[in-house]
């Protein structure tokens, strides 16, 4: 793994008798899109404002691409990017004009300005658009220039606040698209907050997970999966009766069973077998024909976290 | 320096251009007003100062930057590009003094634009040949200087509401608040101060005292404006 852009060690901060964050240890590796999961509330966009050194921290401490976020806030400002809460365009403005902004704000030079922003625009399909002011643009294409915003001045590392909230699916995954090309061209770390899963799952390489302002976990997707245990099984046939609910509960390889249209939705410990509780099932009556193996999503994981957290 | 270039030019686009060239009826009728129907209802009297000349100088000023100024701070909060800037590496500083200078700017700029345009309207129209400009031409500096001072102090004071409020609405309540209990404040001050103070000074020092009082007051609200930006605090509110 390469060096961590972000060091985050035993970070709180409270609001009142509220803790946003709560004692919050974690490592962001460089050169990844690192997703920060959580439900509405759970502290991430505090986290964020944490990180940019725009809110002090109650305790602990933490380093933006080594820089302190308690004394060396401007320096993380000057070498990270970020797309916040809202798009935080200026509407009366034109794509350009807003681009340009940020580029003057972060010292680059008239001529490269100009560069960086064709260079962008054309990137995102907005460049034909570019004197156009942006109030009259749709959501979707003020986020991608938001997006863009943050890219203005080549930083190595990006904060993304839940950029897809309230779009619809196809608009959503018009962004996922542009944002994965985007750090592959770049090469840029992004610590993107999110609880959209399908997002996390798409594009982030590590996932942490937050709620009530405390890390559940932290890993690869596929890690969480694994730590969760959660191998499943759903078996398609008929005559799948109570007694036989209660007999596969019954088993210490079984995790959880329900029924799902229908169908058999089994949660195995670890790796386990399904051969021998298909068998059970057909002594027991079951008519068996079809079994599906497969891996639980990032989804089901996120679920479990919380309903864990919650007991 | 160039923090504070950025912000100038980032708030004459987005501020003064809002809207395009519509942007520019409003302050083009009030040149119109001051520049062309005045001078001509006056004539010569346009060139002596008459009270209604100086008090409108002052308070077209005064008025234009009041409605223009509460959109500062709360304007950028309530279009949620604020939080956006406060991220970015530019300077609180800039930022606060950006938002001042072209406000204060724009509003003097209307009036010398004003007063130079009644001088050029009243000449071209007087039919004699003879060219005439303000006389005493020490007094045009002076309530040029009179109405800097008064943009600065609404500006001031303007930002610094406007950084205290959630939004332009309250912002703009608060000013005309603001502005009502200082007038009565000044009415009562000069009251109590009585005439005798005023009959021991001469005109000009009666003009640089209020000059002076005005620089120490811009001053004192600047500071408390600039003392007050809080990035902390922006982003929670």
């Known amino acids: 793994m390469s060096e961590p852009i972000i060091q985050i060690e035993h970070l709180s901060r409270s609001f009142g008798a509220v803790k946003a964050v709560d004692d919050l240890s974690l490592e962001v590796p460089a050169g990844i899109v690192f997703g920060f999961l959580g439900p509405n509330g759970a502290g991430k966009t505090t986290t964020i404002h944490l990180l940019l050194g725009l809110l002090e921290p109650t305790q602990g401490q933490a380093g933006v691409l080594g820089f302190d976020t308690r004394t060396q806030s401007d320096a993380i400002h000057a070498h990270c990017g970020a797309l916040l809460e809202f798009a935080g365009l200026y509407e009366r403005m034109s794509a350009e004009d807003n681009l340009d902004l940020y580029g003057r704000i972060n010292l680059m030079s008239a001529s490269d300005r100009q560069a960086r922003i064709k260079e962008l625009l054309t990137h995102l399909d907005l460049w034909d658009r570019r004197k156009d002011l942006v109030g009259k643009w749709s959501r979707g294409m003020k986020q991608k220039l938001a997006v863009a915003r943050t890219l203005i001045h080549r930083p190595p590392l990006i904060f993304l606040d839940e950029p897809t909230a309230g779009f619809d699916p196809q608009a959503a995954a018009a962004l996922h698209n542009d944002l994965v090309s985007l750090v592959e061209r770049e090469g840029v770390t992004v610590f993107l907050n999110t609880h959209n899963l399908v997002e996390a799952e798409r594009l982030c390489a590590r996932v942490g997970v937050i709620r009530q302002g405390k890390l559940l976990t932290v890993g690869s997707p596929d890690e969480l999966r694994g730590s969760q245990g959660a191998s499943q099984a759903e078996i398609v046939g008929e005559g799948f009766d109570e007694q036989i609910l209660n007999l596969l509960r019954s088993r210490p390889e079984v995790a959880q069973v329900e029924m799902r249209n229908g169908h058999l939705l089994i949660d195995l410990h670890g790796e386990s077998k399904i051969g021998p509780l298909v068998r059970l099932i057909v002594e027991s009556g079951g008519l068996v024909e079809e079994i599906r193996r497969g891996r639980a999503s990032l989804e089901e994981v996120f679920l479990t976290l919380m309903e864990e957290d919650k007991r | ?237």
């Open chain 2, 1 to 237: 320096m160039s923090d504070l270039w950025t912000m100038l030019w980032k708030e004459t686009k987005d501020l003064l251009f809002q809207g395009g060239w519509a942007a520019f009826i409003r302050p083009g009728i009030i040149i119109a007003v001051m520049g062309i129907v005045l001078p001509l209802q006056m004539r010569s009297d346009w060139f002596t100062f008459s009270p209604i000349e100086v008090t409108l100088v002052i308070f077209i000023s005064f008025f234009f930057i009041l409605n223009f100024i509460g959109d500062a701070i709360a304007g950028e909060h309530e279009r949620h590009t604020l939080e956006t800037l406060l991220a970015s590496r530019i300077s609180d500083r800039s930022i606060l003094l950006g938002k001042v200078i072209v406000t204060v700017g724009y509003a003097w700029a209307m009036v010398i634009i004003s007063l130079l345009l009644g001088a050029l309207v009243l000449n071209m129209t007087n039919g004699t040949g003879a060219w005439a400009f303000y006389t005493p031409v020490g007094l045009l500096f002076y309530l040029l200087a009179l109405s800097l001072l008064t943009s600065l102090l609404v500006a001031s004071g303007g930002v610094l509401v406007s950084l205290h409020s959630a939004t332009v609405r309250q912002a703009q309540q608060t000013l005309i608040l603001c502005t009502l209990v200082f007038g009565v404040a000044l009415g009562l001050g000069l009251n109590a101060a009585g005439a005798s103070l005023f009959l021991a000074l001469s005109n000009n020092q009666i003009l640089l005292l209020i000059l002076a009082v005005l620089a120490i007051l811009d001053a004192i609200l600047l500071g408390i404006a600039l003392a007050s930006f809080k990035r902390a605090r922006l982003i929670l509110s």
